[in-house]
């Protein structure tokens, strides 16, 4: 598979040519990146005008995927946004009104795009909570919703951070069902393509997905991928042109193509990879750890029935030079791909092993209650607000989403009034100050 993009610009580089274009540091080392880092002069093609280079390695990364694939140098956060838009459209043609119905376990992205939207969202919970991470819906339970509420589409994360993964094929039926598009956010199952079966969400019957290329494929920070049915390939580019910086990054652009020939190859590497993983999991579990989630290449650890709290047990893996992707008083996440070497597993391994067991913490983390709607997230993001700590915001309305990355999962929502619980959930998670409207 060719690598159109890659060429072009190491091409140009050798010319070594005058620059008088943007970027400003005219191709001269700082970093030693320079050389490589262009804008989009002529023959250098345009990310969402792309006619030549851009659109065949976008037509390679679709031939890897199986449908219509484009791309992002901004993450999956410009795709969620893109995505939003693809959804309100199809509803509009259809003559409806945009109605979301919407995994609480959503991404902040979902509600800053809800909020420039002017969306009207309706918020899925399943019957037992849990974390605020997971939001494990079922199909007989989105199929209820769908009946009484009938939105146009459905929006859910899968995987979750935790490494929950939702029951997409289930899911996609009942929504085309009952008339509705699904929508996922696919952040951190790229790879799930290259598993044999397939477990892609575009494979499993989702009309439109996000993919985070950068979280498990050999992709540069901001590269991600936007994927979907053929029935909205003549939009997708203007969608994502709608959120999108006119400068994409063209790093991040040869760091996708160069991924292409990667990715053709990627089914083997996991073949083999992967069974060293399940190994690992499995001395774990026989070990006393519990561990959570169904991903291949994640490995959750519920901190607290082996006697420690997920940032006790990052601060202990720091100091054997490993660095988890995240933890909280309940979990710890530790995120592989091939690239991590055998020896790296095992020393991970090795590792947790030598922490000595402990009695379980026996404190549950609060349970996840829907919140008190005042007003929509566009009209609270929007409103003046201020900063004042969480021990004073009761009865006070949520103005901007309080949560940094990672994990992204608002743990109330921009609009809705904060109890005394919505409090104590604040504080269990660290967050000492909130924003409020004013």
């Known amino acids: 598979m060719d690598t159109p993009i890659c060429d ?6 050798d010319k070594d040519e005058i620059r008088l274009h943007m970027p400003g540091h005219k191709g001269k080392n700082f970093l030693g990146l320079e050389a490589l880092d262009i804008t989009e002069i002529d023959g250098a093609d345009s990310l969402y005008e792309a006619s030549s280079i851009i659109r065949q390695s976008e037509e390679n990364a679709s031939a890897l ?38 995994g609480r376990n959503a991404h902040k992205t979902f509600l800053t795009g809800a909020a420039l939207l002017d969306l009207d969202v309706r918020w899925l919970y399943p019957k037992n909570n849990g974390s605020y991470l997971s939001c494990n819906l079922t199909a007989e339970e989105v199929e209820v919703f769908l009946q009484s509420e009938q939105p146009t589409a ?27 598009i699904l929508l996922v956010d696919n952040a951190h199952g790229a790879y799930l393509k290259f598993l044999r079966p397939s477990r892609h969400p575009m494979d499993l019957g989702a009309d439109l997905c996000c993919d985070s290329a950068h979280k498990t494929l050999p992709v540069l920070t901001g590269g991600a991928y936007l994927h ?11 969608a994502l042109a709608l959120f999108g910086s006119t400068s994409p990054s063209y790093l991040i652009l040869q760091s ?55 940032q006790e047990l990052t ?13 909280d008083p309940d979990f710890l996440v530790l995120m592989l791909t091939p690239e991590n070497s055998l020896a790296e597993l095992n020393a991970l391994e090795k590792a947790l092993l030598s922490i000595p067991r402990k009695p379980p913490i026996l404190e ?13 997230p566009r009209e609270a993001m929007l409103s003046p607000m201020e900063e004042i700590p969480v021990e004073e915001s009761e009865e006070r309305i949520l103005a901007a989403a ?24 604040f504080q269990y998670y660290g967050i000492t100050h909130c924003s409020v409207m004013k």
């Open 364 to 376: 549950k983390p609060p349970t996840f209650q829907p919140g008190q709607r005042v007003c929509s």
């Open 228 to 238: 979907c049915t053929p029935e909205f390939r003549d939009w997708a580019k203007n």
């Open 256 to 310: 996708l193509d160069m991924a292409n020939p990667i990715l053709s190859s990627l089914t083997d590497r996991l073949s083999e990879f992967i069974p060293h993983v399940d190994a690992v999991k499995e001395n774990l579990s026989a070990h006393g750890y519990v561990l959570s989630g169904q991903e291949p290449l994640k490995i959750t650890i519920s901190a607290k029935p082996y006697g420690y709290t997920g």
């Open 315 to 327: 601060q202990i893996l720091l100091k054997h030079n490993i660095v988890s992707e995240f933890a």
């Open 65 to 102: 995927f199986g449908c219509p694939t484009f791309y992002s140098t901004e993450g999956s956060s410009q795709c969620i946004r893109a995505m939003l838009y693809l959804a309100v459209l199809h509803a509009r043609t259809q003559g409806k009104n945009p109605v979301i119905a919407t």
């Open 402 to 425: 309080t949560v940094g990355c990672p994990p992204a999962v608002p743990i109330v929502v921009s609009g809705e009034r904060i109890d005394a619980h919505a409090i104590s959930c």
């Open 8 to 13: 072009f610009v190491r091409d140009y580089a």
């Open 154 to 180: 459905v929006y859910l994360t899968s995987p979750d951070y935790l490494g929950n993964a939702a029951d997409i094929a289930g899911i996609a039926e009942v929504c085309h069902k009952h008339g509705a």
